[in-house]
T-cell receptor, first 115, second 109 residues
Framework: GAVVSQHPSRVICKSGTSVKIECRSL??????MFWYRQFPKKSLMLMAT?????????EQGVEKDKFLINHASLTLSTLTVTSAHPEDSSFYIC???????????FGQGTRLTVV | GQNIDQPTEMTATEGAIVQINCTYQ??????LFWYQQHAGEAPTFLSY??LDGLEEKGRFSSFLSRSKGYSYLLLKELQMKDSASYLC??????????WGAGTKLIIKP
């Protein structure tokens, strides 16, 4: 299957700082990327959907000014958690889908810890 | 509203067969995925069904009935490493992924 690389896999940051998470499709062009957050012992929660070159569509309850998503190219999307707080500590996962594919491929995930 | 239901937890014995069911009610349908997720890791893709019928991949098989809004994941010859959560996800009419809450599968020796 296609490969999606997510970086970093783990990050610890201080409260009030910003953290950027990258999601790259390595062998296909990802026209659509999804960003998810997983709360402990719960399912993945879709945060936003981004199409290349367009503004991301955020799910209800997700602060777009806090979780900045950029999808400037067909192989790269970034999620920036701004002014991070301890409650933002979570597992963040991206997935990418190509133009003609309906299958979405997942990155490895990023475990964010805000101290 | 859109809804996906799957059992919260199942227990099975090593070497046996287990079937994990998923029922869905969505606005539109463009396919159904099954993912496996081990604790602390990202989900990994298992199967994709868009047409009715059974798709077999080694020890894992997935079945879909669109008219019934129903799918199942069948795991054969269970191994201890199969202990994980199994997530059912549907691509809705707007091509967004709609996730079930996942089924935690516990394998006992």
């Amino acid at each position: 299957g296609a490969v999606v690389s997510q970086h970093p896999s783990r990050v610890i940051c201080k409260s009030g700082t910003s953290v950027k998470i990258e999601c790259r499709s390595l062998d296909f062009q990802a026209t659509t990327m999804f960003w998810y957050r997983q709360f402990p012992k719960k399912s993945l929660m879709l945060m936003a959907t981004s199409n290349e070159g367009s503004k991301a569509t955020y799910e209800q309850g997700v602060e777009k000014d806090k979780f900045l998503i950029n999808h400037a190219s067909l192989t790269l999307s970034t999620l920036t958690v701004t002014s991070a707080h301890p409650e933002d500590s979570s597992f963040y996962i991206c997935s990418a889908r190509g133009t003609s594919d309906t299958e979405a491929f997942f990155g490895q995930g990023t475990r964010l810890t805000v101290v | 509203g859109q809804n996906i239901d799957q059992p919260t937890e199942m227990t099975a014995t090593e070497g046996a067969i287990v079937q994990i069911n998923c029922t869905y009610q969505t606005s539109g349908f463009n396919g159904l995925f099954w993912y496996q997720q081990h604790a602390g890791e990202a989900p990994t893709f298992l199967s994709y069904n868009v047409l009715d019928g059974l798709e077999e991949k080694g020890r894992f098989s997935s079945f879909l009935s669109r008219s019934k809004g129903y799918s199942y994941l069948l795991l054969k010859e269970l191994q201890m490493k199969d202990s994980a959560s199994y997530l059912c996800a549907v691509i809705g009419g707007n091509y967004q992924l709609i996730w079930g809450a996942g089924t935690k599968l516990i394998i006992k020796p």
